[in-house]
């Protein structure tokens, strides 16, 4: 089970976190990632940490703002998201693949939490 966390209402240009708990050790053996929702869109990845090589990946359009990383025990997963802007607004769902690389798709996902709104006004 993935329980996320640390959605809400932001200004653009703040900094955000959410994060990710995950039951029965789930991030041992499996890579975590990040997906979003934008209103109105399909889900889209945004990061991702392999649960082999422990090397993150990113999006392009987040790639230099976001971070993810997770907890020395490895069950919980953050994202910090830096500089916000409103095309951010979404709801970001954690996810667990048995994918080998941080980058993910929607089919290869075994697990997903029910994810966090983020709202960013301008």
């Known amino acids: 089970q993935l329980t996320e966390s640390g959605g809400g209402l932001v200004q653009a240009g703040d900094s955000q976190t959410v994060s990710c708990v995950a039951s029965?050790?789930?991030?041992?053996?499996?890579?975590a990632h990040w997906f979003r929702e934008k209103p109105g869109m399909a889900r889209e990845f945004v990061a991702g940490?392999?649960?082999?090589?422990?090397?993150?990946e990113y999006s392009d359009d987040v790639k230099g703002r976001f971070v993810i990383y997770r907890s020395s025990d490895k069950n919980t997963l953050y994202l910090q998201m830096n500089d916000l802007k409103v095309d951010d607004t979404a709801v970001y769902f954690c996810?667990?693949?048995?994918?080998?690389?941080?980058?993910?798709?929607?089919?290869?996902?075994?697990?997903w939490g029910r994810g966090t709104q983020v709202v960013v006004s301008s």
């Open positions: 029965e050790n789930t991030f041992q053996s499996y890579s």
């Open positions: 940490l392999s649960w082999i090589y422990d090397s993150p």
């Open positions: 996810a667990a693949s048995a994918l080998h690389s941080g980058s993910a798709f929607d089919a290869a996902v075994s697990f």
